[in-house]
């Protein structure tokens, strides 16, 4: 009877890691892993401004099907935000991570010192 309920669980913890493709996935990702294969394996090819137009949208269609965005998505939207200087939508854009996804905390907080510390460092030169 133990076995049997072990493997019960077992079967629906494998059924629920397998619900992130398809029909009934439980984030819209859009074009977001292709875009960060592109800019990853070709670098220049997803200037800053583009994935910021691209992620953009995959944003706006998420919200338009009342889907929940993809972990990840709001952290590079900010991070390209502060690659082409905009300190204060990169920073919106890292809150709302971390509001949508807790457990990023300490890494999007790590995020955000640099950019104050880059910011002040600016200031004083």
Do not use: H
């Amino acid at each position: 009877m133990q076995k049997l309920f072990i493997s019960g669980l077992l079967l629906a913890a494998l059924s629920a890691c397998t619900a992130t493709r398809g029909p009934g996935q439980l984030y819209y990702w859009g074009d977001y892993e292709d875009l960060i294969y592109l800019s990853y394996k070709k670098p220049g090819n997803a200037t800053p401004a583009e994935q910021i137009e691209r992620l953009s949208k995959v944003i706006d269609r998420a919200q338009a099907e009342g889907k929940a965005v993809a972990p990840g998505i709001y952290a590079q939207l900010g991070m390209m935000y502060a690659m082409v200087g905009n300190q204060s939508a990169a920073e919106q854009m890292l809150m709302e991570e971390k509001a949508r996804f807790p457990e990023s905390a300490v890494f999007i907080d790590g995020m955000l010192e640099r950019a104050k510390q880059m910011r002040e460092e600016r200031a004083a030169q």
